[in-house]
């Protein structure tokens, strides 16, 4: 598959057969996303994959909500994006290098996740990056150190439904050139 092909084609997947993803594609996979750019290179994203029933269990309970966790309950896998906080955006004093703040951190995160997405997406395993939970109950329930943030989750599993593309805007509507 081709760079454009890869990113045009993703879409996020919503429903997934029961097989279970073999560990070994997984790291693979987060082999890749190392790859992606980072500020200064630091390399703060990290990556908790989730097979633990008890574990999805609770976040399907109590720590999302029912569309989300309709998604979650099926996939075989559930990763954890978090980030190591206070090297992205930050000087070695701790200041902020720029005007933006703590926010690189997330950008990096998002980076990283896409690149998660796009080579899960070569593997054949459908994925969808999901942002609305309860983030301090996830955090406590995975024992998240201190030094770390939880950023988003991805639902990964073999794709079982082939949804349409939504809508895009118009490259008019996209870009200008000055
Ligand atoms: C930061 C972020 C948060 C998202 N949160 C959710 C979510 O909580 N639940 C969900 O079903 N999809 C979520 N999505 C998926 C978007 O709805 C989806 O990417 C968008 O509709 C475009 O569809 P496509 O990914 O198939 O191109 C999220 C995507 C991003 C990038």
Redesign the pocket.
């Known amino acids: 598959m081709n760079t454009i092909e890869c990113i045009k084609s ?3 997947i ?1 429903k997934y057969k029961p097989d279970p993803i073999d560990h070994s594609m997984i790291d693979s996979i987060v082999s890749a996303a190392s790859y992606s750019p980072s500020w200064k290179n630091t390399q703060i994203t990290r990556y908790i994959a989730i097979e633990d029933p008890s574990i999805i269990g609770k976040i399907t309970e109590e720590f999302t909500y029912e ?2 966790a309709g ?1 979650i309950k099926q996939a075989p896998m559930l990763i954890a994006v978090t980030f190591l906080k206070g090297r992205s955006g930050f000087e070695r004093d701790g200041s902020y290098t720029t005007k933006k703040g703590d926010r690189w951190q997330m950008f990096d995160a ?1 980076i990283a996740s896409q690149s998660f997405c796009l080579a899960a997406q070569e593997y054949g395993l459908g994925t ?5 939970f309860d983030e301090n109950g996830i955090s406590g329930l995975l024992e998240l150190p201190e030094d770390q943030e939880l950023a ?1 989750l991805i639902a990964v599993g073999y794709p079982d439904h082939e ?1 349409e ?2 809508n895009r805007k118009s490259v008019e509507d996209l870009l200008q050139y000055r």
């Open positions: 993703r879409r996020s919503r569309h989300n998604i998002g969808v990056i999901m942002g609305i988003a949804p593309a939504p």
